[in-house]
């Protein structure tokens, strides 16, 4: 296995994480993340810890594609 193939494996399995991570936090908003309106509510405990890890996994994904990109 060289490095490009590793690279495109890691990418494969960081975007299914990030997919992952994503509809988690879509499906634990409900009903109350369709209404539309001047409702502001912070994020706390793990509603915040997904939405940081999604910052995370979209930053790592990105710079890895970005070295794939580089290798080649």
Do not use: C, H, P
């Amino acid at each position: 296995m060289n490095l490009e193939d590793a690279l495109a494996f890691a990418s494969i399995l960081i975007s299914i994480a990030l997919v992952a991570v994503i509809l988690i936090q879509v499906r634990g908003e409900g009903v109350g993340g369709l209404q539309s309106g001047s409702f502001v509510r912070t994020r706390r405990g793990m509603e915040k810890t997904l939405f940081q890890f999604t910052i995370l996994l979209s930053i790592v994904w990105l710079s890895v594609s970005a070295f794939a990109v580089y290798v080649r």
